[in-house]
């Protein structure tokens, strides 16, 4: 009985959302058409308590949180179900840089909190920062 109870308080853990595939919403272009600071992303998420569209989805530049997006928000705009525990989220991330330099490095990632307080991995994507004309 002692070796079964490690096994069965760990299969008892979960895990919290899953964010896969952080990525540009169209592929020749990430920018905002507007404002070169706005990317369009879009992220796979997998949660099986089903409680993703109750939590919500931090936007996070160079490691610090920047934004924080209701997923209910992004559930009902994206017309995607109450409760689904699979499916793809499109999102805007305006990036607050303290400065801004030709070439900069800039590191983005998101992190999701589902309605169980749960918090998810943290995907990222690395961008160069190019100012004026390509």
Request: hydrophobic letters at 40%.
């Amino acid at each position: 009985m002692k070796c079964l109870l490690p096994l069965l308080l760990c299969a008892a853990c979960g895990g919290g959302p899953h964010l896969s595939s952080l990525r540009c919403r169209d592929a020749k272009a990430c920018q905002g058409v507007e404002n070169p600071l706005e990317l369009l992303l879009a992220v796979d998420f997998d949660d099986s308590s089903g409680t993703l569209d109750k939590g919500t989805l931090n936007l996070r530049v160079d490691g610090q949180t920047q934004q924080q997006l209701s997923m209910a928000g992004l559930f009902a705009a994206q017309q995607i179900a109450a409760g689904t525990q699979k499916g793809s989220l499109q999102f805007a991330n305006d990036m607050l840089l303290e400065q801004m330099t030709q070439g900069q490095k800039v590191h983005v990632s998101v992190k999701a909190v589902n309605g169980q307080g749960d918090d998810s991995n943290e995907p990222n994507l690395d961008f160069a920062l190019h100012l004026g004309a390509p």
